[in-house]
């Protein structure tokens, strides 16, 4: 009896939360039309002025008086300006019949982004994966479509901008480097590999939104055995989208070509023991601190589509740094 009220309990709780986000979620779409509305109707109003430029800062400086007067805040001046500006820069995509996906807020965030295929791409992916404000600006502030732009072609940068990130093959998950700032590790502090294990789990979540799309967490220190001998995979993972096993080994060091072997064998007994038939074959990722790029590509068979090396950083660099990074490995 006691498990039926717990899960009458879960039950309720969940349709609870449910509609509160879609209250939520229709009180964000309300605003935001309402405020492209506002800037909708300064442009239409400044155009119809005869000296368009004098004309829209006596306009906006009026509008900010009546509206503050009658509605209290949120209608300074700066505020007025932001609404047209956003009419500006969504007006030749969205009509009345379209619903506005995100809070005004990301939209002013979005609109800091001057390329517009970059723009496109992190609104697709804030709506795709339902990002809250403060992750859409940490996920901009870690370069992630800088990030992804490394392994992809000219076709497929233009994807990325029409559809988000696609999941179709092993290398559309691959980051490098991979930004763990959230594990509060000092860059020059001393940690074992211990410890960036247990910050990672403490930090699940996070962890698993900087990997991307797909991911579930299936356990750590995962223990396999064979010929009497025990083996432990740091963090094990499964992939929906790719319908496959995805092994993570973590290194504090320079990668070694051991440790390649190593993710390797891990990489086989998965494909041979553990994986079902109609699931794909197992990927390997080894998240280190430094790797040769050439020391990896002689290590590894040609063609390889499983195994793979990325860095990681424990603090958030600068765009600018993190684009280097990126202008180096593509030069490579």
Known sequence: MEIEKKDVFIDIKNIIELSRKKIVSSINSTMTTTYFLIGKRIVEEEQGGEKRAEYGKSLIKNLSIRLTES???GFSETNLKQMKSFYLGYKK??????????SYSHYLTLMRIVDIEERNFYEIEAINNGWSLRELKRQMDSA???????????????ELSQKGQVIEKPQDIIKDP??????NLDEKAIYSENDLETGIINHIEKFIMELGKGFLFQGRQVRFTFDEEHFFVDLVFYNRLLKCF???????????HQDIGQMQMYVNYYDRHVKLADENKTIGIIICKD???????MTLPEGNEQIFASRYMTILPSKEELKKIVESEIRE
Do not use: A, H, M, P
Request: aromatic share 10%; no cysteine.
């Open 291 to 297: 790797k040769n790029d050439t020391l990896v590509n």
């Open 71 to 73: 509605y209290g805040k």
């Open 246 to 256: 995805v092994l993570i080994d973590l290194k504090i060091g320079k990668l070694k």
């Open 93 to 102: 995509r969205q009509t009345l019949s379209d619903e506005f996906k995100l």
């Open 178 to 183: 991979y930004i763990l700032e959230f594990l």
């Open 144 to 158: 992630l479509y800088e990030r992804l732009v490394l392994s992809r072609d000219k076709e497929k940068i233009l």
